[in-house]
């Protein structure tokens, strides 16, 4: 999607450096990391959020990803999150998982 500001970090249009990246999805350091550890977790193709998957081997591929990323970066303890919705926190409408760690991380969230 040409407005998208993920879908140019997914094909490089934005230079990024990857912390993970394989032909279905990439993941990078948020811009404004609210832990010491925060990457967004993305698939290359266009899908505006959890709302809008249609197959479900998107999620697949994600939850992979993060579990090679988790695994080779030593991260035990960490928190995913998907916002869906602007109501719900969403402002980048493509669909991405946040993984968090590196400081406790209370429940119930904000
Ligand atoms: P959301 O609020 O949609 O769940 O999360 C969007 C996240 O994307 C935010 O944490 C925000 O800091 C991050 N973000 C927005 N634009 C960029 C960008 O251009 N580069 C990176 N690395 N992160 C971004
Ligand atoms: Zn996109």
């Not at 698939?43 to 249609?54: E, G, R």
């Amino acid at each position: 999607m040409t407005d998208c500001i993920f879908c140019k970090i997914a094909n490089h249009e934005i230079p990024t450096t990857p912390v993970f990246e394989n032909d279905k999805v990439i993941a990078f350091n948020d811009l404004n990391p609210q832990a010491p550890t925060h990457i967004l977790v993305i698939p290359k193709q266009h899908v505006a959020s959890v709302s809008d998957v249609k197959d479900l081997s998107v999620m697949q591929d994600l939850f992979d990803a993060i579990q090679q990323i988790t695994t080779k970066n030593n991260i035990k303890d960490f928190r995913t999150v998907i916002n869906t919705g602007s109501g719900a926190g969403q402002t980048v409408f493509h669909l991405h998982i946040h993984i968090l760690a590196g400081r406790p991380l209370l429940w119930p969230p904000g």
